[in-house]
């Protein structure tokens, strides 16, 4: 199993970003997948989860209204929208697979950075 | 501040066990599986622990979990000084919408 985000960098506060997460090595469209970030010095947050089949989208509530999570299973790759972006989003952001049953994210990328500021 | 709670540090020494709580309420951990998680400085975190006592291949059994209640613990045997990282603790909370929670995470000192 393999996850490699991209897409991370600076932007202006309201700006906006947006993060792919390439798959591989398991069959992407049977599981859920998940996006988790952790702030300089501090701990997880999560941020979103998108079923495997993109019926349903699950936000925090920090981020609701502004991220947007999707994916596309033809591609095996899942992608987090971020608009109207402020300096807490600052964070390393990390993609995540969903175990079979949702119980736990059993592999994790190595994460790529947003940073947020003028 | 973290629905779930977990202690800011723990420390033991080589070889010693310790464990680390995690305490949440009846709309996560009391109804929902819970799941631990590594993160070694400077790495991603690793699936330790899931469906509160299951561990992934290649973990080894000094690691358990265990779970009664809206509480949890993590176990670890035979500290040795590799295992220094922190760890969190993590399950699906439903009290509104379905929210995906951490804990505020624990840094393990190996003395």
């Known amino acids: 199993v393999q996850l490699v985000e991209s897409g991370g960098g600076v932007v202006q506060p309201g700006g906006s970003l947006r993060l792919s997460c390439a798959a591989s090595?398991?069959?992407?469209?049977?599981?859920?997948m998940h996006w988790v970030r952790q702030a300089p010095g501090r701990g997880l947050e999560w941020v979103a989860f998108i079923r495997r089949d993109g019926s349903n989208k699950y936000y925090a509530d920090s981020v609701k209204g502004r991220f947007t999570i999707s994916r596309d299973n033809s591609k095996n790759t899942v992608s987090l929208q971020m608009s109207t972006l402020r300096a807490d989003d600052t964070a390393v952001y990390y993609c995540?697979?969903?175990?079979?049953?949702?119980?736990?994210?059993?592999?994790w990328g190595q994460g790529t950075l947003v940073t947020v500021s003028s | 501040q973290s629905v779930l709670t977990q202690p800011p540090s723990v420390s033991a020494a080589p070889g010693q066990t310790v464990t680390i709580p995690c305490s949440g309420s009846?709309?996560?951990?009391?109804?929902?599986?819970i799941s631990w998680y590594q993160q070694l400085p400077g790495t991603a975190p690793k699936l330790l622990i899931y469906?509160?006592?299951r561990r992934p291949s290649g973990i080894p059994d000094r690691f358990s979990g265990s779970k009664s209640g809206t509480s949890a613990t993590l176990g670890i045997t035979g500290l040795q000084t590799g295992d220094e990282a922190d760890y969190y603790c993590?399950?699906?909370?439903?009290?509104?919408?379905?929210?995906?929670?951490f804990g505020g995470g624990t840094k393990l000192t190996v003395l």
């Open positions: 993590g399950t699906w909370d439903s009290t509104l919408s379905a929210v995906w929670v």
């Open positions: 469906e509160d006592h």
């Open positions: 090595g398991f069959t992407f469209s049977n599981f859920g």
């Open positions: 009846r709309s996560n951990i009391g109804s929902n599986y």
């Open positions: 995540a697979k969903s175990t079979m049953t949702s119980s736990g994210l059993d592999y």
